[in-house]
């Protein structure tokens, strides 16, 4: 996990990357660069090295859920206690956008069930979803109160 647009070659990608011959300060201006959309968020990076010709491939996966969810509502951190302290409030068109970002990544195959994932990584972060509690929400998709809203498709 780097953060994007800001890895360096020490660790723990300097020493990893040591043995293998490969040039670092390459590896790591080709992190930075395919990871500068993601600036303020960490990303899990895949780094493929030919041991033959030292050349390499950079694989960039998508920040998790909750640090998402932590961006669009602006906030630094989840809550210590999230059944008491709410942190902020997500709105259905932020939780949509965290879904199609998540669309490779997750199970779901439609953005009813994406929901419901991205809502259940938010109840133990402490936070709402349309001012209801992401528990209340879940409830309220199960029960196809959302269903209009979340008929879009999930992927392109």
């Known amino acids: 996990m780097v953060e994007g647009g800001k890895a360096s070659g020490g660790p723990p990608i300097g020493p990893a990357l040591g043995p293998t011959g490969v040039n670092i300060f390459q590896v790591v201006t080709k992190i930075n660069e395919v990871t500068a959309p993601f600036s303020g968020l960490k990303v899990p990076v895949k780094i493929i090295v030919n041991p033959n010709d030292k050349s390499f491939e950079v694989e960039v996966g998508t920040p998790p859920t909750s640090a998402l969810i932590l961006k669009e509502i602006g906030a630094p951190k989840g809550s210590g206690e999230p059944n008491t302290n709410i942190i902020g409030d997500l709105t259905l068109d932020q939780l949509k956008t965290i879904a199609k970002g998540k669309a490779t990544d997750i199970t779901a195959r439609d953005m009813k069930a994406a929901a419901l994932i991205i809502a259940g990584t938010c109840v133990s972060m402490g936070v709402t979803i349309e001012g209801k509690t992401a528990k209340e ?20």
Do not use: H, S
């Open 137 to 156: 929400f879940q409830k309220e998709v199960r029960e196809g109160v959302w269903n209009e809203q979340l008929a879009e498709p999930l992927r392109e």
